[in-house]
Nanobody, 124 residues
Framework: QVQLAESGGGSVQSGGSLRLSCATSGSAGRRQCMGWFRQVPGKQMEGVAV???????SYLESVKGRFTIAEGNALNTVHLQMNSLKPEDTAVYYC??????????????????WGLGTEVTVSS
């Protein structure tokens, strides 16, 4: 059974930085597609950044130039470096994985496994 665990959330002021991490256990012995999502109450799960099975990255337009997704040292671990944070970045951030993906998408499909989320709060 694949399990994902996010860490690194917290509260920062506008303009600050946070680094989120996602660790995977029980995954296949090859690179999977790893994605970061976020959700605020009453809104759809929003795709933020993806590190795909081929090592390519893609981002939500509003975070380009501010957020960077990168592989960790262990297989199927990813980090999300978030700089120049804005109040509108406030959300619960989730990590998800699937064998193959095709860039940033919204919603739960086709992602197979999800973490429990880590909260990010950006104050003005």
């Amino acid at each position: 059974q694949v399990q994902l665990a996010e860490s690194g959330g917290g509260s920062v002021q506008s303009g600050g930085s946070l680094r989120l991490s996602c660790a995977t256990s029980g995954s296949a012995g090859r690179r999977q597609c790893m994605g970061w999502f976020r959700q605020v109450p009453g809104k759809q799960m929003e795709g933020v950044a993806v590190f795909d099975q081929d090592g390519s990255t893609s981002y939500l337009e509003s975070v380009k130039g501010r957020f960077t997704i990168a592989e960790g040292n262990a297989l199927n671990t990813v980090h999300l470096q978030m700089n120049s944070l804005k109040p509108e970045d406030t959300a619960v951030y989730y990590c998800a994985t699937v064998a193959h993906c095709f860039g940033v998408t919204n919603g739960y499909y086709p992602w197979s496994y999800w973490g429990l989320g880590t909260e990010v709060t950006v104050s003005s």
